[in-house]
């Protein structure tokens, strides 16, 4: 599911050049200018995003060890993917404009809004954040001293950017969280053959 929405103000200011008061009788003559501006707006792209490949023999601790835990003492440990691992879609917005992205999943309980899975009977919720818009040399900055390094966290925030008149890529993670994930135990095997997903609703507003 994509759900976009957008604001959008245009502003006019209009500037009034006075004749300064002459000593003498007469008149003066001058010219201005009425201008309309007319921009390009925001658009996003959403994307499938790829969570890995695992066998029904792996354990959830091979999950979490791929995608990075926040666990049951908000301990958090950088999975062996990194931070930027997934690629959440693009935002296109002129140079200069900004915007605000959020994310959500359809978590419940203490992580609404994030990405449920559900494999088997266990259902486990992952914290999704957003760490570098499009090549850009500077990561984007924490929002969540749970997490750091990870970037804006979309669990309940957003993200926020500045258009560069080019598409900028959303690249970031998805954290295993046991306090929203009722059960898990690590050690268990996946033991189902399952495609598991969670629909994304994204909402640009600029």
């Given at each position: 599911?994509?759900?976009?929405?957008?604001?959008?103000?245009?502003v006019?200011?209009?500037?009034v050049?006075?004749?300064g008061?002459?000593?003498?009788?007469?008149?003066?003559?001058?010219?201005?200018?009425?201008?309309?501006i007319?921009?390009?707006q925001?658009?996003?792209?959403?994307?499938?995003?790829?969570?890995?490949?695992f066998?029904?023999?792996?354990?959830?601790?091979?999950?979490?060890?791929?995608?990075g835990?926040?666990d049951?003492?908000?301990?958090?440990?950088?999975?062996?993917?990194?931070?930027?691992?997934?690629?959440?879609?693009?935002?296109?917005?002129?140079?200069?404009?900004?915007?605000?992205?959020?994310?959500?999943?359809?978590?419940?309980?203490?992580?609404?809004?994030?990405?449920?899975?559900?494999?088997?009977?266990?259902?486990?919720?992952?914290?999704?954040?957003?760490?570098?818009?499009?090549?850009?040399?500077?990561?984007?900055?924490?929002?969540?001293?749970?997490?750091?390094g990870?970037?804006?966290?979309?669990?309940?925030?957003?993200?926020?950017?500045?258009?560069?008149?080019?598409?900028?890529?959303?690249?970031g993670?998805?954290?295993?969280?046991?306090?929203?994930?009722?059960?898990?135990?690590?050690?268990?095997?996946?033991g189902?053959?399952?495609?598991?997903?969670?629909?994304l609703a994204?909402?640009?507003?600029?």
């Amino acid at each position: 599911m994509l759900k976009y929405s957008a604001k959008c103000t245009a502003v006019a200011l209009a500037l009034v050049m006075l004749p300064g008061v002459a000593n003498a009788a007469g008149s003066s003559a001058g010219s201005g200018t009425a201008a309309l501006i007319v921009g390009d707006q925001c658009s996003l792209t959403g994307a499938t995003v790829d969570l890995g490949t695992f066998t029904t023999s792996q354990k959830w601790s091979d999950v979490s060890d791929s995608l990075g835990l926040l666990d049951s003492f908000n301990v958090y440990k950088v999975g062996s993917r990194g931070q930027e691992y997934l690629n959440f879609g693009t935002v296109t917005c002129p140079a200069t404009v900004n915007y605000t992205l959020n994310i959500k999943g359809s978590g419940v309980g203490f992580a609404t809004s994030a990405i449920k899975l559900v494999v088997g009977s266990q259902t486990v919720g992952l914290i999704h954040a957003i760490k570098r818009l499009g090549n850009s040399a500077k990561a984007v900055t924490d929002t969540n001293n749970l997490l750091p390094g990870v970037g804006a966290v979309l669990v309940g925030g957003s993200l926020s950017g500045t258009g560069t008149g080019t598409p900028q890529s959303l690249f970031g993670s998805a954290t295993v969280t046991m306090a929203n994930s009722p059960g898990l135990v690590l050690s268990t095997a996946l033991g189902t053959a399952t495609q598991a997903s969670d629909s994304l609703a994204y909402t640009l507003t600029f």
